[in-house]
């Protein structure tokens, strides 16, 4: 039997599309790490083929402890993903300490290591949207879940890392099995649901006069391709960096709402609400990935258009589960 693939996050968004993949590239021997509590979240484990499941401290237990099993690759994308979480201790043990953590072991054991950073990092975008490594040291992300991201990036960064691991900044990713996330889950998905009961799709208004409402702009991206991107570094290339994962195309809001009533054989209802205020201060306008170093390092399949991916996720998954 080949060395088993580990993946933190196992049962989570990403993480669970992870996992199919690797099923239908005829990986078995994975083992699952994630933390499922009393959540609905174990169900993204059904029809998925897998060896055993351990809990993020029952993992760490195994690796400090020196017991942890030879793996093919690490794919850490185990991490907490609010970005309204406030409590900025928690944040540090569970997005950065850990993380640092499963590295130094993978390094040490020669094990390949490829984890979640976020386009959070970039926090208002005024420095753009660069993965260059002169770029991360002078970023300012708006919220402490990029920030703790951010930590990583410049830990591996400044000590000489990143030529040896792989960090992928995930830009807006939508699609299967994020039901789970609640009030993370994209916008694709709460606006399904939303025109179901309502017939309606509501957007936050626009507080900067250099938009319009609903007029704000994301790099969206299908969950198909960022799990292809992942295992391109996890399995394929051995090149190291930190790398946006990110289409290369910002799309306003609207554009996403359009696609969703075309997906559902519907007429557009677009409604502008306000705008939390929790997240005016911390809301990114417009994020667009920067493409040029993920191609350079040899990843150059197209990504899913918009309405391409949206019309996927909404046949292919939302319209069967109901």
Same mark, same amino acid.
């Given at each position: ?77 185990? &991490?907490? *993903? =609010?970005? $309204?979480?406030? @409590? ?10 850990? !993380?640092?953590? %499963? ?12 984890? &979640?950073? *976020? =386009?959070? $990092?970039?926090? @208002? ?10 770029? !991360?040291?002078? %970023? ?15 830990? =591996? ?166």
């Amino acid at each position: 039997m080949s060395l088993p693939i580990i993946v933190t996050g196992a049962a989570g968004f990403i993480g669970r599309n992870v996992v199919s993949e690797l099923n239908r590239r005829g990986h078995e021997n994975l083992l699952l790490v994630d933390y499922l509590g009393a959540s609905e979240k174990w169900k993204n484990l059904r029809g998925l083929s897998y060896e055993d499941v351990l809990s993020p401290k029952q993992f760490l237990e195994l690796v400090q402890s020196g017991k942890a099993p030879a793996a093919l690759a690490c794919i850490h994308l185990g &991490a907490c *993903s =609010a970005t $309204t979480e406030l @409590d900025a201790d928690y944040l540090l043990e569970n997005n950065y300490r850990y !993380t640092r953590i %499963l590295c130094e072991w993978s390094l040490a054991k020669k094990i390949r290591f490829v984890y &979640a950073s *976020s =386009a959070a $990092t970039y926090g @208002d975008g005024a420095l753009g949207y660069s993965d260059d490594d002169d770029v !991360t040291e002078k %970023l300012v992300p708006l919220n402490m879940y990029g920030y703790s991201k951010h930590m990583f990036d410049l830990w =591996a960064l400044r000590h000489g890392l990143l030529d040896k691991i792989v960090g992928l900044k995930y830009f807006n990713v939508y699609g299967p099995y994020e039901d789970h996330k609640g009030d993370m889950r994209s916008l694709v998905q709460k606006a399904y649901h939303q025109v179901k009961m309502r017939g309606y799709i509501e957007l936050f208004k626009s507080y900067r006069p250099d938009f319009k409402d609903g007029e704000q702009k994301r790099d969206f991206v299908y969950v198909r391709d960022a799990v292809d991107v992942t295992l391109h570094f996890a399995l394929e290339s051995k090149k190291g960096g930190l790398f946006n994962c990110g289409a290369g195309q910002a799309r306003r809001w609207i554009d996403l709402a359009n696609a969703l009533f075309a997906a559902m054989d519907r007429k557009p209802d677009i409604r502008f609400i306000e705008m939390p205020e929790v997240l005016k201060g911390k809301y990114q306008y417009f994020t667009q990935a920067d493409a040029a170093k993920l191609q350079k390092a040899g990843y150059d399949k197209p990504f899913a258009s918009l309405e391409e991916g949206v019309r996927d996720y909404v046949k292919s998954y939302l319209e069967k589960i109901g």
